[in-house]
């Protein structure tokens, strides 16, 4: 499996990487089926029936409506969130959406979007089906999606596929599945980290200013940050949970002594950039999956953490963060989970963590075994955390979680720059505990609210 920087960090929207991002793609990629298999024209009616944790967890996550803005051809980084209430109440009224912005046709989201609990398909636990009828009510197409983590999708075709050789059409300089191999290759060929994935993502097509496009994402997050200090109130849903970033940064700002007094008051800073992104996610703004929308907050307020804490932090340091998080999320990918429906909230908190942890090390000047270590140690104290928010919102505990996410990736990177790179863990070996410790955890701790703090918490 090749993937690329932006295959791990895509501008997009809250509060979920795989239950918004990831069925709004999905939608988007129906339409174009409609289009492509010349069906479009013929459309009368659509359907979208949801299953597994798409359904359990559909409501608080805002899959309903991230299928209908995917149906009327939205796309995640483009569209802008505060226009989303007026289409979504807009087609309620109606009964009827504007397909593609192109035509309107029968959509009633009361009949026509259906949350089928307690029921998955055999592929996977984010299942969604896309149905189109003329207007005889006959089937014209019905597309099966799999939303498997970080804004992935998978049609059935692809998903029977998995772990089938395809060709590319281009061959990277530098491939690699495990850390081993990545770690081998950048110490023989002499160069970094980053400077492998770069040299690699060099060679994919649409590979023009990466530098400037790494460097946006960095823009997107410090954006998502702003805004998410400067918003009062509470997030929507039925928890009415109070954003707290503008609260803090107000304390932090009006009080500046304070730190002279406080040295950790860099963790307050901290924790406000995880928090502040975090509560954008929870109200459906603009972030960067990183690698999904649960965890968004960590490597940005990481990365801010080395922007305005370390001494001549500067672009270049930007984008080996980035570059070195995105290796790092790589191995996840390729050898265990991004998807807490699959492996719980390691796979996300932990994920991030441990990608946050090996780039902060990276930009230290940690060396390519000091950066193993780190994204090692990062995930090694996250295995075994379970997905179990509260209300299926992802509010409680994800944005705290961000904060504790944070703070231990920063400790990961600081513990492997007092080390020498040898350690006696690899991070190969715990991918893999965190891909079997994934396996055997119970339905009920991943993304489905049924168990954990989503059932020993009271939600109102
Ligand atoms: S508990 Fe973790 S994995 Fe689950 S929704 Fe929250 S952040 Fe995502």
Request: charged share 20%; aromatic share 6%.
């Amino acid at each position: 499996m090749s993937l690329s920087i932006f295959d791990l960090f895509k501008v997009g929207i809250g509060p979920s990487s795989s239950h918004t991002v990831g069925p709004m793609i999905a939608a988007n990629r129906f339409i174009d089926n409609l289009k492509a298999n010349q069906y479009f024209a013929q459309v009368a009616r659509v359907k979208a029936n949801l299953y597994g944790s798409l359904a359990m967890t559909g409501k608080g996550h805002s899959t309903d409506i991230a299928v209908m803005l995917g149906l009327l051809g939205e796309k995640v980084d483009k569209v802008n969130p505060d226009n989303v209430e007026q289409f979504i109440q807009q087609i309620q009224r109606d009964k009827q959406l504007n397909l593609a912005g192109e035509k309107r046709v029968k959509f009633d989201p009361e009949t026509d979007l259906v949350m089928n609990f307690g029921e998955s398909l055999k592929q996977h636990p984010n299942g969604m089906r896309l149905t189109a009828y003329d207007s005889a009510g006959i089937i014209l197409l019905n597309d099966v999606y799999f939303s498997v983590g970080g804004g992935f999708v998978l049609s059935l075709d692809e998903i029977s596929k998995t772990g089938e050789t395809v060709d590319l059409g281009f061959v990277e300089p530098y491939p690699f599945n495990t850390a081993k191999e990545l770690v081998d290759s950048a110490a023989k060929a002499g160069i970094s980290i980053a400077d492998l994935v770069l040299a690699n993502e060099a060679v994919r097509p649409n590979s023009e200013d990466i530098r400037q496009r790494v460097l946006h994402l960095w823009q997107v997050m410090s954006d998502c940050i702003d805004r998410g200090c400067a918003q009062t109130g509470v997030l929507p849903g039925e928890l009415k949970l109070r954003r707290r970033a503008h609260k803090l940064r107000a304390e932090l700002v009006d009080h500046p002594e304070k730190s002279l007094q406080d040295p950790l008051t860099l963790m307050d800073w901290v924790n406000l950039y995880a928090m502040a992104v975090n509560e954008e996610n929870a109200a459906g703004g603009r972030v960067v999956t990183a690698p999904t929308n649960g965890a968004a907050g960590v490597i940005p307020a990481v990365l801010a953490y080395y922007v305005k804490f370390i001494p001549n932090s500067n672009e270049d340091g930007i984008v080996k963060f980035l570059a070195t998080a995105a290796a790092i999320g790589m191995l996840y990918k390729k050898n265990a989970s991004i998807s807490a429906a699959e492996v719980g909230c390691q796979g996300e908190i932990g994920v991030a963590c441990s990608m946050a942890a090996g780039a902060l090390c990276a930009v230290m000047g940690g060396s390519i075994y000091q950066v193993e270590n780190a994204a090692e140690i990062g995930m090694e104290h996250n295995l075994g955390l379970t997905c179990d928010p509260i209300a299926g919102l992802v509010q409680v505990p994800c944005i705290e979680r961000n904060t504790m996410g944070s703070m231990k990736a920063i400790n990961a990177a600081r513990l492997a720059i007092r080390g020498d790179g040898e350690h006696h863990v690899s991070l190969d070996s715990v991918i893999e505990t965190m891909r079997q410790t994934g396996m055997d955890m119970q339905d009920k701790y991943k993304e489905t609210s049924t168990g954990g703090l989503a059932v020993n918490a009271v939600a109102c």
